[in-house]
């Protein structure tokens, strides 16, 4: 079946760091992929996405990636502030599957000033 | 822009008790969800409606039933809680069967069971 795997965190960097969280699919076809930001005592929102192969989605200085050829869709930010502190989620959705999106675990970032 | 609003926000029952998880979105979804979240545990699906009319059970559905009462709303309920189900339940809205849109979350239930 489907699966996305995230670094475990939680990732704690210096204000002003760059910043990589890597994730990995496994997945027949082509998914769509999406990252997701849950700032504390918020539910999940769409941070980015990318629907096809070598696509880039972008949003709020963050950047990441669609990679068939690595089955990977790694979240960058060239400059991390203490606000971005939350946890990412990486998905993938499947055209002709169940249409249930898979999840990763999250990965919790911590930023200090 | 409500978009999927949950309630209660937080709630504190006894082991035993019964009670309702509402959430109703206003973006005209077919489908809705419900998730449990635990620490480590990632997001957890415990039921599903693809369309108004049909629900279906996800990944953790004991000990929880779900009514999906018109296409905005869609309630979550547990008969006799139990200490296992103390959890952040989210509920997400999204279009079926378009792979390329994402889902949309409420702000959750925080809930503990004693």
């Known amino acids: 079946g489907d699966s996305v795997t995230q670094m475990e965190g939680p990732v704690t960097l210096s204000e002003e760091a760059f910043l990589t969280i890597n994730c990995t699919y496994t997945?027949?076809?082509?998914?769509?992929l999406f990252w997701y930001v849950q700032y504390p005592g918020e539910g999940l929102q769409l941070l980015l996405k990318?629907?096809?192969?070598?696509d880039k989605g972008s949003n709020k200085g963050f950047e990441a990636t669609y990679r068939k050829e690595t089955t990977s869709f790694h979240l960058e930010k060239g400059s991390v502030q203490v606000s971005d502190s939350a946890v990412y989620f990486c998905?993938?959705?499947?055209?002709?599957?169940?249409?249930?999106?898979?999840f990763g675990r999250g990965t919790s970032l911590i930023v200090h000033p | 822009n409500a978009g999927v609003t949950q309630t209660p926000k937080f709630q504190v029952l006894k082991t035993g008790q019964s009670m309702t998880l509402q959430c109703a979105q206003d973006?005209?979804?077919?489908?809705m969800y419900w998730y449990r979240q635990d620490p480590g545990m990632g997001l957890r699906l415990i039921y599903y409606s693809a369309s108004e009319g049909t629900t279906d059970k996800g990944e953790v559905p004991n000990g929880y039933n779900v009514s999906r009462l018109n296409k905005r709303e869609f309630s979550l309920r547990l008969e006799s809680a139990a200490p296992s189900q103390t959890s952040v339940y989210f509920c997400?809205?999204?279009?079926?069967?378009?792979?390329?849109?994402?889902?949309?979350f409420g702000d959750g239930t925080r809930l503990s069971i004693l």
């Open positions: 973006m005209n979804h077919n489908s």
């Open positions: 997400a809205s999204s279009e079926w069967g378009n792979s390329n849109q994402p889902q949309h």
């Open positions: 990318a629907t096809k192969a070598d």
């Open positions: 997945a027949t076809g082509y998914p769509s």
């Open positions: 998905a993938l959705s499947r055209t002709g599957g169940s249409y249930i999106p898979t």
